[in-house]
Structures are given as structure tokens and as C-alpha cells.
């Protein structure tokens, strides 16, 4: 799952989109690894291989990291001529759900790419903000229990929209030799109360760095607490210093929630 697609002409395939769910708890991120660890794409590629009869290259749009959950990540590959997609989704479902779940698939512009033809990613992170916690949101949100500061989080809001280098919040690939930009555009960045003690902070941007999300949240909650202001946001995020925002979010309370194109 890891090369192209061998064998049989480019009249003989279909570009397929499909869109996943998932709750990332018990993989070890989306992107595919070696055979012991468990991984979304691992899982996935499997199933459709055994389906197909046939290697497949799964491209993804967003590569969420262990433990992060996903409600709109989009995936494409090639299938054979002829493939039928409500079929194909229903027999997928039977084999992964409940914990990965196939919502929608359909075939595809043969030019369409899962990661090139995005436009943007949507992500959604939950914060429970009571005093006790809630099992039936441990999975999906993150506790905190001392009341923040709402209005000094939206502040710390506005600084982070355009385009900027976002190496203070991103964790830098280890294998890439040479110099990694980590610069991306955010269109929106925004929290919310959405009752019953919940706040949401949702983010587009053209792409994200590995754990830009969660460290922005991470710096976001603090500045809640009252230990960071949110004037300091402008300053980290110039700085481009790793160690200014160092504590991240808990990967749980972060779902990939849509991606347009």
C-alpha cells in the first residue's frame, strides 16, 4: 500500500472518493506503518484490498495523528471498472464498523486526489469545562475543570489568521532531510459555547503541520486559565520557537471534521 498501483491500463480503473469516520482511540494515527502497528490506513487498505482482490494506494487528505478521531476525512483510490459503490460501502461497513465507518462513497473525476485537490481542512477540538467530568464525553473531549476565560480565548483567536510560519506549534518531521516550511494559511479560527458546558474551537486552514492543532489548543486553554495572556499569541507565533507552546492538548478532545474542495 505503499507504491502504485501495478498492472492493468488506466481504461481498466476508477478513481474512488470515499469519506470516513472513525475513532481514532485504537490506532496509531491514519497514515499506514509497519505491519504491527495499527493504523486507519492499515485497517482500511486491508479490508479493500480483500474486497478488490487487488493492491491499493490509499491517499488521504489529512494524516491525523494516534488517537485523533476523524468524522470527514477523505480518502481516494483507483478500483476496477464497474465498481459499484452502494454495494461496495455496505459490505465495507460489515467488516469495519463500529470503530472505523464508511458515510459516503462515490466514483470519482479520474484527476481527483484526496491531499492535492483539497482546498482546505476543517478540524473541531471539544473542551468539557465543569467541575466533574462526564464518561460518556471522556472519549471525545477534553476535561478541564477550573472555568476558563472564553472571551481571552477568542482573543487569542485573532493572530492566528493568514498566513504565517507556525514552527512555534508544529512539530517538525524528523526523517526529511533538509528545510521543512511550516508555513500554512488559516481562513477561520473561532470558539465557541455550544451549551452544556462544552466549548469548541474550530479551525480551517489550507493544510496543518503535525500537532499545530493541539498545541494552539494546548496555549489556548492556558491563556483560559489565566497562567498565559492572550496578547502572547502574536509574540509565540512570531517567534517561531517551539518551546514557547510546548504542552498540547490530549489528541482525544481533536476530530478532522471536513474537508472541501
Known amino acids: 500500500m505503499s507504491g502504485p498501483p501495478s498492472g492493468g491500463s488506466e481504461a481498466a480503473t476508477v478513481r474512488v472518493r ?7 482511540r485504537g490506532f496509531h494515527g491514519f497514515a499506514a506503518q509497519s505491519s504491527e502497528v495499527r493504523t486507519v490506513a492499515g485497517v482500511v487498505g486491508t479490508a479493500l484490498e480483500r474486497k ?13 495523528d494516534a488517537g485523533v478521531h476523524a468524522w470527514g476525512q477523505v480518502v481516494s ?42 482546498r482546505s481542512r476543517g478540524y473541531r477540538y471539544t473542551v468539557l469545562n465543569r467541575p466533574l467530568p462526564d464518561p460518556f464525553l471522556a472519549a ?4 478541564v475543570p477550573e472555568l476558563l476565560d472564553l472571551g481571552a480565548m477568542r482573543l487569542a483567536c485573532d493572530p492566528l489568521i ?8 508544529c512539530r517538525r518531521p524528523r526523517s526529511v532531510t533538509g528545510e521543512v516550511s511550516m508555513v500554512r494559511r488559516v481562513q477561520d479560527a473561532r470558539w465557541s459555547d ?9 479551525i480551517e486552514a489550507s493544510s496543518f503541520c503535525q500537532q499545530m492543532v493541539r498545541s494552539i489548543v494546548g496555549l489556548m486553554v492556558a491563556v483560559g486559565r489565566g497562567s498565559r495572556r492572550a ?26 471534521w471536513e474537508v472541501k474542495y
Open 231 to 256: 496578547g502572547e499569541m502574536a509574540g509565540v507565533l512570531r517567534a517561531g520557537d517551539r518551546s514557547l507552546a510546548p504542552h498540547l492538548a490530549p489528541a482525544h478532545g481533536l476530530c478532522l
Open 194 to 202: 455550544v451549551g452544556d458546558d462544552l466549548l469548541r474551537f474550530e
Open 162 to 169: 493568514g498566513e504565517h510560519d507556525f514552527s512555534s506549534f
Open 18 to 24: 470515499m469519506t470516513l469516520a472513525y475513532d481514532g
Open 77 to 118: 483510490f483507483d478500483a476496477p471498472a464497474g465498481f459499484d459503490p452502494q454495494r461496495f460501502l455496505l459490505s465495507l461497513n460489515r467488516v469495519l464498523a463500529p470503530e472505523v465507518v464508511v458515510r459516503a462513497i462515490e466514483v470519482a473525476d479520474p484527476a481527483f486526489d484526496a491531499r492535492r485537490s483539497a
Open 140 to 143: 471525545t473531549a477534553w476535561h
Open 52 to 64: 478488490l482482490g487487488q493492491p491499493v494506494v490509499l491517499v488521504a487528505a489529512g494524516r491525523t
